[in-house]
């Protein structure tokens, strides 16, 4: 069976890696050996072995009836989902790693894969190279799904983890990780949730079974988070982890994308550097968690070639996957519940007053105090914080 790889960045070129050094055991797997045919970049690559299957029109591979199977890893919803659609329309399987293509187009390429009897899968979308979203449509398709909470981004948890170890400030760790590559010179997608974001809704859209908007998840990031922070999660005995997290309410979710304090009980506590992990609940399954690496160019290329794997071996079938483009309506964040860590230059008897008998936290920061409230709705805290002088606001977990 013949391959193209559309995009020969650092998941494209992985791809490459993956199936030219474990060829004989893929096609042992398989059936029968893939190779790849045409690789689409605006780039030449002279002197290198893929030197000739570079091609820079699209066209030529959807023409093409030897091409089965697609791999798409450009990143972006546009040129990429004008190629894939093409893709599947001429009748060619299709995998991405695009998480911003699936988050926003998933319903839609669907569709369009079973309208024309292939596939469009995406595992690499989501976690890199840790199996999560075949075990949540497969697996686990026995379980109602209650909870899935992940540490789905590999350069925020990196920041994370240095802070802590090294009690810096976040503009001096993140430079850190700029110049080990595992942040990108503009980090913005990362640092301010909008990576991870994109990865809950796709996880959530699997679950209900329908399109998540990713605009409708609350979303913070971890830039606002300081040395002095890390400093009171110490003093508490809490980790601070971005969490991208989905909790089943009634007859739908309630998700948001935030940093989390987290007691060393918590399964993804002691989740550091680049590794991510998804906890899932389900109702039968009760806890269960899928942990590894969630970013670079092979362990992700590693979930790419599955993909291509699981198609090759229905070349002829297309494998039913719900996810229907009629959009779910999310629940209302503010009616969840949860406890507050608060930092605030407000007396104690202030605090006292909004919320109560409280435990303090003294001595970390001058002229501050912090304290963990009850649990309480989200709505609630926003009212009793109202009449205080709140420097800092995390969510308890
Ligand atoms: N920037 C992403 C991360 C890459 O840091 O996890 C994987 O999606």
Known sequence: MKVAI???????????KVLTTNE???AKRVGEKLEVKYVLDRREFPGEPWEKLVVGDYNIIANDPDVDIVVETMGGVEPAYTFVKA?????????TSNKALVADKGADLIKTARDNNVNFLFEASVGGGIPIIRPILECLTGDVIEEISGIVNGTTNFILTKMTEEGSEFDVVLKEAQNLGYAEKDPTADIEGHDAQRKI??????VCGQQVEYTDIPTEGISHITANDIKYAKKINRNIKLLATSTAVG???????APYLLAPEHPLFAVNDVFNAIFVHGNMLGDGMFYGSGAGSLPTASAVVGDIVEMAKHKNMNIPLEWKSEK????DSSVVESAFFVRTKSDKDAVKSAFGNVEFVEGVVDGEVGFTTDVMTEAEYESKASTLDVVKMIRVR
């Open 251 to 257: 007859d739908t979710y309630v998700a948001r994308v």
């Open 87 to 95: 893709m599947l329309e001429a009748g060619k399987h299709v995998t």
């Open 328 to 331: 779910k309506e999310l629940a």
């Open 24 to 26: 004989d055991v893929i």
């Open 201 to 206: 809704a796709i996880l959530t859209s699997l």
């Open 6 to 16: 559309m995009g020969f960045g650092t998941i494209g070129s992985g791809v490459y």
